[in-house]
């Protein structure tokens, strides 16, 4: 599958997550789903690197120089991803599912930005018009 097919796919999961996270946070309180959420990635993310490590051994080097570096940068971008899903939860139980995960995926206009100016990576005009018209919609749609 190539890299297209993977978004579309990130996309559609993500978005029925979204939907799913806003029914749940009907039923609990903010801090139980996210009590609950942190149970469940332990045991997800458990499972995975246990598949990850008996397919995938072989290719694995924990030897490997600089492993530390590269490691803490993994850990501090998962520390990220993480540091969002707290104000996220917060937003969905205050705000519209049809409002808030929309804007929250504005996240992606700092991924631009970050790799425009630290990346060094280039767009089409086309694509900067995706991201006016991006911004464009999350004004109006918060409103």
């Known amino acids: 599958m190539n890299w297209w097919l993977w978004s579309i796919l990130s996309v559609l999961i993500w978005g029925l997550w979204g939907f799913l996270a806003k029914l749940a946070l009907q039923q609990v309180k903010w801090q139980m789903m996210m009590l609950i959420?942190?149970?469940?990635?332990?045991?997800?993310?458990?499972?995975l690197a246990v598949a990850l490590?008996?397919?995938?051994?072989?290719?694995?080097?924990?030897?490997?120089?600089?492993?530390?570096?590269?490691?803490?940068?993994?850990?501090?971008a998962t520390a990220a991803g993480f540091g969002g899903?707290?104000?996220?939860?917060?937003?969905?139980?205050?705000g519209k599912a049809a409002i808030v995960v929309p804007l929250t995926a504005?996240?992606?206009?700092?991924?631009?930005?970050?790799?425009?100016?630290?990346?060094?990576?280039?767009?089409?005009?086309?694509?900067?018009?995706?991201?006016?018209?991006?911004?464009?919609?999350?004004?109006?749609?918060?409103r």
């Open 37 to 47: 959420a942190c149970v469940t990635y332990v045991v997800l993310y458990a499972i």
């Open 53 to 76: 490590f008996v397919t995938s051994r072989p290719a694995l080097q924990f030897s490997a120089p600089g492993l530390g570096g590269r490691a803490l940068l993994v850990a501090i």
């Open 85 to 94: 899903v707290v104000p996220f939860y917060l937003a969905l139980d205050q």
């Open 106 to 142: 504005g996240y992606s206009v700092i991924t631009v930005l970050l790799a425009l100016f630290v990346l060094g990576e280039a767009l089409r005009p086309t694509q900067y018009v995706a991201v006016v018209l991006f911004i464009a919609a999350a004004i109006l749609a918060s």
